[in-house]
């Protein structure tokens, strides 16, 4: 049973970071595509950086060098590191998994998923 469990989220000003950390388990270890999304109010999920089991690393055209996914194996942690962000980077995250190769940033190719933790970037 895949288990995914957001944390990090919160308020901060524009400019400002925040850290989200995803814990998993119950997943394939040996073959997976991990991935941050976002979905603000009214507007379709979209995908902001996915990382391979062998750390490869893709992002949404809109991070612009901002955001920094990274994954701790030891302890079955995916981190996404916020920077600089902006009032348009504001809604919810969700951490996600498929226990196959990374294929795109596409939410469709995502299977499981976390709960979501709020961010809000005020101005």
């Known amino acids: 049973q895949v288990h995914l469990v957001e944390s990090g989220g919160g308020t901060v000003q524009a400019g400002g970071s925040l850290r989200l950390s995803c814990a998993a388990s119950?997943?394939?270890?040996?073959?997976?595509?991990m991935g941050w999304f976002r979905q603000a109010p009214g507007k379709e999920r979209e995908g902001v950086a996915i990382?391979?089991?062998?750390?490869?690393?893709m992002y949404g055209d809109f991070v612009k060098g901002r955001f920094t996914i990274s994954q701790d194996n030891t302890k079955n942690i995916v981190s996404l590191q916020l920077n600089r962000l902006d009032p348009d980077d504001t809604g919810i995250y969700y951490c996600?998994?498929?226990?196959?190769?990374?294929?795109?940033?596409?939410?469709?190719?995502?299977?499981?998923w976390g709960q979501g933790t709020q961010v809000t970037v005020s101005s």
């Open positions: 990382i391979s089991v062998r750390g490869w690393k």
């Open positions: 119950g997943y394939e270890y040996r073959r997976y595509c």
């Open positions: 996600a998994y498929r226990p196959e190769l990374c294929n795109g940033l596409a939410p469709t190719a995502f299977g499981y």
